[in-house]
């Protein structure tokens, strides 16, 4: 038997899925072809997470003691992507205008996905005091037993550090009068990024 002299010659007869129905030596399977589409399936696949678009998530904003109200015209927006175990999103929370209760006790943010090392900082941010125009810079980490010991997907929201106060026992952590009395159009934002517990 001659060896084909051309892509036609190799491939005529060749249905897509790789099967010959009927060849010189019978019907046939051909491994580099599964090959070659289970292989274009997975780069598809992994194409779609890199470039695809993100997950819109709605994230809750809970306090350690009593949680806020966001009151009327609030909004809480976000959104997140995967890839493997890396979770990198954005999350919005914006008082309304009335009907608004800032809770008591320290913020916490539930993230979307929960993470593997509940000690690990996750991004930078800022709050928004609407009235005044004043803003923090603040990071959120994951804290494992200090303020949120059974809250596996809650992160705490820390203000950048003051001289003499620490997380657990000074005015670090964001919370319902701190930085100030929370009122309409505040604004907390924040950045993340870090390991998922599952991929």
Same mark, same amino acid.
């Given at each position: ?42 780069v598809e696949a992994i194409e779609t997470q890199l470039v695809g678009a993100y997950t819109s ?18 909004? =809480? ?23 608004? =209760? ?38 959120? =980490? ?6 949120? =010991?059974?809250a596996t997907k809650k992160a705490i929201i820390v203000t950048t550090n003051v001289s003499g ?35």
């Amino acid at each position: 038997m001659a060896y084909p002299s051309s892509v036609d010659e190799l491939t005529d007869g060749v249905p897509s899925d790789g099967t010959a129905a009927a060849t010189i030596l019978g019907s046939g399977s051909y491994p580099h072809d599964d090959h070659h589409r289970a292989l274009g399936t997975a780069v598809e696949a992994i194409e779609t997470q890199l470039v695809g678009a993100y997950t819109s998530y709605t994230p809750t904003l809970t306090a350690s003691t009593t949680s806020p109200t966001l009151g009327t015209g609030s909004s =809480a927006t976000g959104y997140y992507k995967q890839i493997g175990r890396m979770v990198h999103g954005y999350a919005s929370i914006v008082w309304g205008s009335s009907g608004t =209760a800032a809770g008591s006790g320290y913020y916490g943010l539930l993230l979307p996905v929960e993470p593997a090392n509940r000690d690990q900082a996750i991004g930078p941010g800022y709050l928004l005091d609407y009235d005044d125009q004043v803003r923090f810079v603040v990071a959120s =980490a994951i804290v494992a037993v200090d303020l949120w =010991a059974a809250a596996t997907k809650k992160a705490i929201i820390v203000t950048t550090n003051v001289s003499g106060e620490g997380v657990a026992t000074g005015d670090n952590p964001v919370g319902a009068a701190t930085p100030w009395a929370w009122s309409a159009n505040d604004k907390i934002l924040l950045n993340f990024s870090y390991e998922a517990s599952t991929p």
